[in-house]
C-alpha cells in the first residue's frame, strides 16, 4: 500500500518536471530572424546592443532609425569600433568567451577567459586594441567575493598582454600594487599606448592611466569607476559612487579634474558609451528586475534623459572612422 | 559508556552491513542533495547574470547561505530529543527546503524574495542535520557505526556530484532557463522527502520512548568525554583551509587552465564518495579516532605540498585523492565517533552542538586565514596553519575515552 502512494507522488512528480523542461528546450533558442548581416553598412547613429526581447535572446542589434535589426551573433557584452567587434560570451562550461569580429561578422580571434560572467567590453578608437573584464569568483581568499579579471588583447595577431595586475602601479611616485589590486572598465586613447581604467587597491578606486608599452599604472584621481573617454579625448564618463553598491553618472574633466553631473539622477551600473562629443548611452536595470533598459543623456548636464530602447543592453555606438571629433 | 540498542532488535533488517532505515536516509540524503547542489551551483550565475545584482548583493546572498543553518541546529536537535521525533523533525526539514525550491521558482525574480527563501533553505538544512545523523546512530551497532555513517556520507555525496552536473546539462540545453532549475530541484526534493516520509518508521530503533528533560539533556552533553570531543574536533577545524582556497591555491601554483576548478570539485567528491565506505569500515576495525587524525594527516600533507615548489599537473589527482580520503576518514567518523559518546536520548542535541562548534571554528579559521593572507602573504598563512595543525595531530594523539 504504501509502496503504491510511493510510487504515485514520484511518479507525479517526473512527469511533473519532465513536462515542465521539455516544455522549456521546445522553447528554447528560437531563431530570429537575421537582417543585420554585415556592420559596415550601418549608418553613423545606428546603434548596436544586445536584445534582451523574449523572443531573440542574446543576439547582437543594430538600432536604425528606430527599426530593429537582428543579427545571428550572440552575445553577452559587446562594443564595436574602426570596423572591429569585440564579443564577450558567457559559457556555463568554459568561462567566457571574447570574440573579434571585422564589420563584416567574420572571426578574426577568439580566446577563452577565466571567469564566470562577462562585465565590460571595449575597442580602442583606432581599432587595435579590445578589453574586456570578467567577474572571477574565489580570487581572495573569501570564497563568496567576487573579483575581476581584466585584460587587453592585440587586435591584430589576438594575443592578450595577460593579467593586468601583475603590472606596476604607482601613485605620486611611489607604488602602490598590492594582492588585493582589481582593475575593470578599459577605455582607450586611439593611436597611443595608453588607456584609462580603474585600479581598486585597499578600499579605493582610483582612476590610472595605463600604459601598455611599460605594462605600467599610474594614478590620475580617486573615486572614479568604469571610465570612458570621450571622443575628443578631454572628458571621461564614469560612475561615481553615492554609497556602497548604488552609482551615478559623472564627468571628469582631465584638464582641471573637476567633475560634473548630468540630468540623470537614477543609479547606473555600466560602463558608459560615448554616441558622439555630446551625448551619452547607459543601460538602465529596472529595480529588482531583470528587464535592462538603454538611455541616452547630453554630457553637458542639460536637457533630459531620453529612452532609447526597451529590452536592451550593451549600448555600443558605430563609429567607422578612426578617432573621429 | 553507553550502548546502543542490542543486536537482536535490528539485525534482522541488515542490507550490505548496514541497517535498512541508513540506507533509506542515504537515498533521501541523495536526492535532496542534487536538488540543493543543483541550486548552490547557478545561484551565482541566477543573481548576478539573471537578476543582475551587484556582487556586494550577491556576497550577502553567499555569506547568509554559508551561514545561517547555524542557527537553529541547536534547537531542532534539542527539539528531536525532547519528543523523541527525529524522523519528523528532519522531515521537517527537509519539507522547508524544497518548499523553498518552489518559492524560488515562483518568487525568485525579486531580490528580497531571494533573501527570504536562502534563508528558508538554510534553514531546513539546519534543522534536518542533527535529527538525521542521530537516525544514522540509532539505527547501527556500535561495530559498525563510522560504517554506517559512510555509507550515508556517500550517497549524499553521489548527489552532490550529480547536482551541477544536471543542473549545467539543463542550461545547455535551455540557455537562462533558470526555473528549470528551480523547478528540477523542487522535484527531487519532493522525492527525497518522499523516501523520508513513506519508508523511514517513525519511531523504530530509538533508546527510550519518553521526553528527554533539560536537566538529563545538559548531563548527557556536558559529560567530560563528549565535552573534549567537541573541543579537540573544534580545534582541529579552526586550522582546516575550505576547498575552495585549495583548489585556487592549486590551480595558481600548477599554473591549470581556469576550466579546472569546478572540475576540482568534482574530483574531490568522486574521492571521497568511493573511499568513504572502505576508511569507514577501517575505522571501525582500527579504532576511529586514529582514522579520524589520519585524515588530518593528509590534510596537513596537503598544506605542505602546496608550501613546497613541487609542480606538474599529474599531481592534481594526487591533491584530490588526498582531499577526498580527508574527508572520507573524517567526516562521518567523527559523527560516529561521537555517536558513541552520547546516550541515545539526546544524540541530536549533542551532534548538533558538535557540527555547530565545528562550522564556528572553521568560519574563524576563513576569517583568520584571510586576515594572515592580508597582512604578509598566503605562504606564511598556510605555513601558520600547518604548524598549528601538527601540533594538534600531536597533542591530540591519545583521542578520547568514551
Given at each position: 500500500?504504501?509502496?503504491?502512494a510511493?510510487?504515485?507522488?514520484?511518479?507525479?512528480?517526473?512527469?511533473?518536471?519532465?513536462?515542465?523542461?521539455?516544455?522549456?528546450?521546445?522553447?528554447?533558442?528560437?531563431?530570429?530572424?537575421?537582417?543585420?548581416?554585415?556592420?559596415?553598412?550601418l549608418?553613423?547613429?545606428?546603434?548596436l546592443?544586445?536584445?534582451?526581447?523574449?523572443?531573440?535572446?542574446?543576439?547582437?542589434?543594430?538600432?536604425?532609425?528606430?527599426k530593429?535589426?537582428?543579427?545571428?551573433?550572440?552575445?553577452?557584452?559587446?562594443?564595436y569600433?574602426?570596423?572591429?567587434?569585440?564579443?564577450?560570451?558567457?559559457?556555463?562550461?568554459?568561462?567566457?568567451?571574447?570574440?573579434?569580429?571585422?564589420a563584416?561578422?567574420?572571426?578574426?580571434?577568439?580566446?577563452?577567459?577565466?571567469?564566470?560572467?562577462?562585465?565590460?567590453a571595449?575597442?580602442?578608437?583606432?581599432?587595435?586594441?579590445?578589453a574586456?573584464?570578467?567577474?572571477?569568483?574565489?580570487?581572495?581568499?573569501?570564497?563568496?567575493?567576487?573579483?575581476?579579471?581584466?585584460?587587453i588583447?592585440?587586435?591584430a595577431?589576438?594575443k592578450?598582454?595577460?593579467n593586468?595586475?601583475?603590472?606596476?602601479?604607482s601613485?605620486?611616485?611611489?607604488?602602490?600594487?598590492?594582492?588585493?589590486?582589481?582593475?575593470?572598465?578599459?577605455?582607450?586613447?586611439?593611436?597611443?599606448?595608453?588607456?584609462?581604467?580603474?585600479?581598486?587597491?585597499?578600499?579605493k578606486?582610483?582612476?590610472?592611466?595605463?600604459?601598455?608599452?611599460?605594462?605600467?599604472?599610474?594614478?590620475?584621481?580617486?573615486?572614479?569607476?568604469?571610465?570612458?573617454?570621450?571622443p575628443?579625448?578631454?572628458?571621461?564618463?564614469?560612475?561615481?559612487?553615492?554609497?556602497?553598491?548604488?552609482?551615478?553618472?559623472?564627468?571628469?574633466?582631465?584638464a582641471?579634474?573637476?567633475?560634473?553631473?548630468?540630468?540623470?539622477?537614477?543609479?547606473?551600473?555600466?560602463?558608459?558609451?560615448?554616441l558622439?562629443?555630446?551625448?551619452?548611452?547607459?543601460?538602465?536595470?529596472?529595480?529588482?528586475?531583470?528587464?535592462?533598459?538603454?538611455?541616452?543623456?547630453?554630457?553637458d548636464?542639460?536637457?533630459?534623459?531620453?529612452?532609447l530602447?526597451?529590452?536592451?543592453?550593451?549600448?555600443?555606438?558605430?563609429?567607422s572612422?578612426?578617432?573621429?571629433? | 559508556?553507553?550502548?546502543?540498542?542490542?543486536?537482536?532488535?535490528?539485525?534482522k533488517?541488515r542490507?550490505?552491513?548496514?541497517?535498512r532505515?541508513?540506507?533509506?536516509?542515504?537515498?533521501?540524503?541523495?536526492?535532496?542533495?542534487?536538488?540543493?547542489?543543483?541550486?548552490?551551483?547557478?545561484?551565482?550565475?541566477?543573481?548576478?547574470?539573471?537578476l543582475?545584482?551587484?556582487?556586494?548583493?550577491?556576497?550577502?546572498?553567499?555569506?547568509?547561505?554559508?551561514?545561517?543553518?547555524?542557527?537553529?541546529?541547536?534547537?531542532?536537535?534539542?527539539?528531536?530529543d525532547?519528543?523523541?521525533?527525529?524522523?519528523?523533525?528532519?522531515?521537517?526539514g527537509?519539507?522547508?527546503?524544497?518548499?523553498?525550491?518552489?518559492?524560488?521558482?515562483?518568487?525568485?525574480?525579486?531580490w528580497?524574495?531571494?533573501?527570504?527563501?536562502t534563508?528558508?533553505?538554510r534553514?531546513?538544512?539546519?534543522?534536518?542535520?542533527?535529527?538525521r545523523?542521530?537516525?544514522?546512530?540509532?539505527?547501527?551497532?556500535?561495530?559498525?557505526?563510522?560504517?554506517?555513517?559512510?555509507?550515508?556520507r556517500?550517497?549524499?555525496?553521489?548527489?552532490?556530484?550529480?547536482?551541477?552536473?544536471?543542473?549545467?546539462?539543463?542550461?545547455?540545453?535551455?540557455?537562462?532557463?533558470?526555473?528549470?532549475?528551480?523547478?528540477?530541484?523542487?522535484?527531487?526534493?519532493?522525492?527525497?522527502?518522499?523516501?523520508?516520509?513513506?519508508?523511514?518508521?517513525?519511531?523504530e530503533?530509538?533508546?527510550?520512548?519518553r521526553?528527554?528533560?533539560?536537566?538529563?539533556?545538559?548531563?548527557?552533553?556536558?559529560?567530560?568525554?563528549?565535552?573534549?570531543?567537541?573541543?579537540?574536533?573544534?580545534?582541529?577545524?579552526l586550522?582546516?583551509?575550505?576547498?575552495?582556497?585549495?583548489?585556487?591555491?592549486?590551480?595558481?601554483?600548477?599554473?591549470?587552465?581556469?576550466?579546472?576548478?569546478?572540475?576540482?570539485?568534482?574530483?574531490?567528491?568522486?574521492?571521497?564518495?568511493?573511499?568513504?565506505?572502505?576508511?569507514g569500515?577501517?575505522?571501525?576495525?582500527?579504532?576511529r579516532?586514529?582514522?579520524?587524525?589520519?585524515?588530518?594527516?593528509?590534510?596537513?600533507?596537503?598544506?605542505?605540498?602546496?608550501l613546497?615548489?613541487?609542480?606538474?599537473?599529474?599531481?592534481?589527482f594526487?591533491?584530490?585523492?588526498?582531499?577526498?580520503?580527508?574527508y572520507?576518514?573524517?567526516?562521518?567518523?567523527?559523527?560516529?565517533q561521537?555517536?558513541?559518546?552520547?546516550?541515545?536520548?539526546?544524540?541530536?542535541?549533542?551532534?548538533?552542538?558538535?557540527?555547530?562548534?565545528?562550522?564556528?571554528?572553521?568560519?574563524?579559521?576563513?576569517?583568520?586565514?584571510?586576515?594572515?593572507?592580508?597582512?604578509s602573504?598566503?605562504?606564511v598563512?598556510?605555513?601558520?596553519?600547518?604548524?598549528?595543525?601538527?601540533?594538534?595531530?600531536?597533542?591530540?594523539r591519545?583521542?578520547?575515552?568514551?
Amino acid at each position: 500500500m504504501r509502496l503504491w502512494a510511493f510510487a504515485a507522488v514520484v511518479g507525479l512528480t517526473l512527469f511533473g518536471m519532465g513536462w515542465y523542461v521539455l516544455k522549456a528546450i521546445r522553447g528554447a533558442n528560437p531563431n530570429p530572424t537575421v537582417e543585420l548581416t554585415a556592420l559596415k553598412r550601418l549608418p553613423k547613429s545606428a546603434l548596436l546592443v544586445v536584445s534582451q526581447q523574449e523572443d531573440s535572446q542574446r543576439h547582437v542589434q543594430a538600432l536604425v532609425q528606430g527599426k530593429r535589426q537582428t543579427g545571428a551573433l550572440e552575445c553577452d557584452r559587446l562594443h564595436y569600433r574602426a570596423g572591429i567587434m569585440v564579443c564577450l560570451k558567457n559559457s556555463s562550461f568554459t568561462g567566457v568567451r571574447l570574440s573579434l569580429f571585422d564589420a563584416s561578422f567574420k572571426l578574426l580571434h577568439k580566446l577563452d577567459l577565466v571567469g564566470i560572467f562577462a562585465s565590460r567590453a571595449r575597442v580602442s578608437g583606432d581599432g587595435r586594441y579590445a578589453a574586456a573584464t570578467v567577474f572571477v569568483q574565489g580570487h581572495s581568499y573569501a570564497d563568496s567575493t567576487f573579483s575581476t579579471y581584466t585584460t587587453i588583447v592585440e587586435v591584430a595577431s589576438g594575443k592578450s598582454l595577460g593579467n593586468l595586475e601583475s603590472w606596476s602601479a604607482s601613485k605620486d611616485g611611489s607604488s602602490i600594487k598590492a594582492a588585493d589590486a582589481n582593475i575593470w572598465g578599459i577605455t582607450f586613447v586611439p593611436q597611443s599606448e595608453r588607456f584609462y581604467a580603474t585600479y581598486s587597491t585597499k578600499g579605493k578606486r582610483y582612476l590610472v592611466q595605463g600604459n601598455t608599452e611599460g605594462r605600467s599604472f599610474k594614478v590620475i584621481h580617486e573615486g572614479v569607476e568604469c571610465p570612458s573617454l570621450s571622443p575628443d579625448g578631454k572628458r571621461i564618463a564614469f560612475k561615481k559612487s553615492t554609497r556602497p553598491g548604488a552609482w551615478q553618472i559623472a564627468l571628469l574633466d582631465l584638464a582641471t579634474l573637476q567633475e560634473s553631473r548630468t540630468a540623470e539622477n537614477r543609479f547606473i551600473d555600466d560602463q558608459i558609451e560615448w554616441l558622439d562629443n555630446t551625448h551619452l548611452a547607459y543601460e538602465l536595470r529596472l529595480p529588482d528586475s531583470p528587464k535592462v533598459q538603454v538611455w541616452s543623456v547630453r554630457a553637458d548636464g542639460s536637457g533630459q534623459p531620453k529612452l532609447l530602447l526597451l529590452e536592451g543592453s550593451s549600448p555600443s555606438g558605430v563609429e567607422s572612422v578612426v578617432g573621429s571629433r | 559508556m553507553y550502548q546502543v540498542e542490542s543486536s537482536s532488535q535490528i539485525g534482522k533488517l541488515r542490507l550490505a552491513g548496514v541497517h535498512r532505515t541508513v540506507l533509506l536516509l542515504g537515498l533521501t540524503s541523495f536526492f535532496t542533495d542534487i536538488s540543493s547542489e543543483m541550486v548552490a551551483a547557478t545561484l551565482p550565475l541566477y543573481a548576478l547574470f539573471g537578476l543582475g545584482l551587484a556582487p556586494l548583493q550577491f556576497g550577502l546572498l553567499d555569506g547568509l547561505y554559508q551561514g545561517s543553518s547555524a542557527l537553529v541546529k541547536l534547537a531542532s536537535g534539542f527539539a528531536a530529543d525532547r519528543w523523541q521525533r527525529h524522523r519528523d523533525v528532519a522531515a521537517l526539514g527537509y519539507g522547508l527546503s524544497a518548499l523553498a525550491k518552489l518559492g524560488l521558482l515562483l518568487l525568485g525574480g525579486v531580490w528580497s524574495s531571494l533573501i527570504a527563501l536562502t534563508l528558508l533553505d538554510r534553514i531546513g538544512k539546519g534543522i534536518r542535520t542533527a535529527p538525521r545523523d542521530a537516525l544514522i546512530a540509532a539505527n547501527s551497532q556500535p561495530e559498525t557505526m563510522a560504517g554506517s555513517f559512510s555509507v550515508h556520507r556517500a550517497m549524499d555525496t553521489a548527489g552532490a556530484m550529480i547536482g551541477p552536473l544536471m543542473a549545467f546539462g539543463l542550461l545547455a540545453l535551455a540557455p537562462q532557463r533558470f526555473d528549470l532549475i528551480f523547478a528540477v530541484g523542487f522535484g527531487f526534493g519532493i522525492i527525497g522527502l518522499a523516501v523520508l516520509l513513506f519508508f523511514v518508521p517513525r519511531r523504530e530503533g530509538e533508546g527510550t520512548r519518553r521526553p528527554v528533560s533539560w536537566s538529563e539533556a545538559w548531563r548527557g552533553i556536558s559529560q567530560p568525554g563528549f565535552g573534549k570531543l567537541v573541543l579537540l574536533a573544534g580545534l582541529l577545524a579552526l586550522f582546516t583551509l575550505s576547498d575552495g582556497f585549495i583548489y585556487l591555491q592549486l590551480q595558481r601554483k600548477l599554473e591549470l587552465p581556469p576550466i579546472v576548478l569546478p572540475l576540482l570539485a568534482v574530483g574531490t567528491a568522486l574521492a571521497y564518495m568511493l573511499l568513504a565506505l572502505p576508511l569507514g569500515r577501517l575505522a571501525d576495525r582500527r579504532g576511529r579516532w586514529g582514522i579520524f587524525l589520519a585524515g588530518y594527516a593528509l590534510l596537513l600533507l596537503v598544506y605542505g605540498a602546496l608550501l613546497l615548489p613541487v609542480k606538474g599537473w599529474p599531481l592534481v589527482f594526487m591533491y584530490l585523492l588526498a582531499l577526498g580520503a580527508f574527508y572520507a576518514a573524517t567526516d562521518g567518523v567523527l559523527m560516529a565517533q561521537a555517536s558513541i559518546h552520547l546516550p541515545s536520548e539526546i544524540r541530536a542535541s549533542g551532534l548538533a552542538l558538535l557540527t555547530t562548534v565545528t562550522s564556528l571554528a572553521r568560519f574563524a579559521a576563513s576569517l583568520g586565514f584571510g586576515a594572515l593572507w592580508t597582512w604578509s602573504s598566503p605562504s606564511v598563512a598556510l605555513t601558520v596553519f600547518a604548524v598549528a595543525l601538527l601540533l594538534c595531530l600531536l597533542l591530540f594523539r591519545k583521542g578520547v575515552k568514551p
